[in-house]
């Protein structure tokens, strides 16, 4: 589907044509990204993300590809072959800090991505089935990371294992038998290493599947935009190609900057020199902390100490897997019409609040466990869950948004202090101060 | 789905669709049940081959001498790839393990629960955080036992008494005691 003014795609060449007659691939890319699909002409560079996060799956597949050719999956010989890699293997150090700080790049842009999305009200209708599609490719992600950094078989990687798949312990009853049948063995050895490798491959290839979901559902209403308001005709938007194509290949550049600097220059900045010890199931690292991404969520399951009803320890894996799924029904706890921040003066704060917590439970998760951590942690964890389940649906219902410009067009005039077609009192509205 | 009577020429009733609907509903429900039942089946193999293989399981008993542990010392080794704790407990940590009242306890276990008629002093559990399965500290010399003198774990800071039962911390349970038997005065067989 697409707006009635998107452009069609004709070829002009006898090649093309003959093509598009028998595989209509020029003309489907032509529609999902290029001069065929019509983008409100508004975007900021937070829209820049989504492409971005594309290309940091696309360059996580070449270089896992790659590695994999050099990577040997035995418990015994994983270590030594990473460390061949590195040592050994023409530009293999180059491959490897690529794809051990592209995971850390790619949970990078899709966690601003994700915020994105909660500012602008990119989840509620009609889009809430990007918003759900776009939570499975993060869930996706979270279990393709942690299989990826068990591989090369150091010692984060064992305990990592050891830690991670202990969630599945909590279960009550069933927990210890799932654990042995997901690990192969009653410890992570040599069975649990070729599984999760296995996985490990097959995996980004599921989420480059979900992904063509994602697109596709988004492709159905159009965008959004930082106004939140909907297309109403041909001069709110401009084809994506070669606008968007040229906006979002300027923030690829940038992205590539960033990256370059980080695998040239600080290689092991995100990552702990315990993982260049073997991994030894005898001796558990002095301070076990997951990678930074995970780093939130680890402090909800540590946040849980006291039994009530069931074990401490099942509250916090139910808490911690609860944070993530709470995010599918989102589009369902806000129930405000107006999308965008920008026009809800008291929903914008609670969101900075909530992403002040998100950093307050970043920290709390890789500190050490003493009292006054402990305590902002829970503190931190409690207010999360009070964002979406309490404050969310209260603040919906409460307040009182800004007036909404008539149309993207009638916004993007007014802000560069041109004459709208209809600078009425309804844009003036737009620019009123805030209460 | 043709039937003899549907055959038969100048029927004169003229048929859109089948004589009995619920005769083509049953041809389907069934093939497709049949073909669930195929994928079932096949299921079964692709989820059990994740268990634990024979060669793991072979590894599931170990022979322990325990002859050269002294009173206060305690030995690290595997069991099952797991790390097992073997403690010669001293008088004083027995009487310190003991001196509990066990209905105080969160998994309620006495010493005497916890190890062999005769050979209370003989501690064997596996060095596992019930919690999320770090190895505890408290079995190699010099490492820190915690506040109750048996274990403590590094990674959320459980901390086990000198029976290994939790007192303080987010493991849910007390260390788990694996299944052994003294086959000789100085020799456990494990598992």
Partial sequence: MSFPWARHYEPKQPLMKWLDDRLPLPRFVYNAVGAGYPVPRNLNYFWNFGVLAGAALAIQIVTGIVLAMHFSTDANTAFNSVESIMRDVNAGWFLRYAHANGASMFLAVVYIHIGRGLYYGSYKPPREMVWLLGVVIFLLMMATAFMGYVLPWGQMSFWGAQVITGFFSAIPLVGETIRVWLLGGYAPDAAALNRFFSLHFLLPFVIAGVIILHIWALHIPGSNNPTGVEVKDEQDTVPFHPYYTAKDGFGLGVFLLIFAAVIFFAPNLLGHPDNYIPANPLSTPAHIVPEWYFLPFYAILKSFTIDFIVPAKLWGVLAMFGSILLLFFLPWLDTSPVRSANYRPVYRWFLVALLVDVLILGYVGGAEPIARNIIMGQIASAYYFLHFLVILPIVSAMERPRPLPGSITEAVLSKHGGTSPAQTAMSGGALAPAE | ?191
């Fill in chain 2, 1 to 191: 789905m043709a039937t003899l009577e549907d055959a038969v020429p100048g029927s004169e009733v003229v048929h859109d669709g089948p004589a009995d609907p619920r005769r083509r509903d049953y041809m389907q429900i069934g093939a497709v049940a049949f073909a669930g039942v195929g994928v079932g089946v096949i299921a079964l193999p692709l989820i059990n081959q994740m268990n634990p293989s024979a060669d793991v399981l072979a590894a599931s008993s170990t022979e322990i001498d325990v002859a050269a542990i002294q009173p206060g010392q305690a030995i690290k080794t595997t069991f099952r790839k797991q790390p097992l704790f073997v403690r010669n407990l001293t008088p004083a940590e027995i009487a310190a393990a003991d001196a509990v009242a066990v209905s105080s306890l969160r998994d309620p276990q006495s010493l005497a629960d916890r190890t062999k008629p005769g050979k209370t002093n003989w501690l064997i559990t596996l060095g596992v955080c019930t919690h999320l399965g770090c190895v505890p500290l408290g079995a190699g010399e010099g490492e820190n036992k915690g506040p109750f003198g048996g274990y403590f774990c590094p990674c959320h800071g459980s901390a086990y008494d000198t029976a290994g039962r939790i007192r303080q911390g987010p493991a849910p349970t007390n260390l788990h005691v694996p299944d052994y038997e003294f086959t000789s005065d100085t020799v456990v067989t494990v598992g």
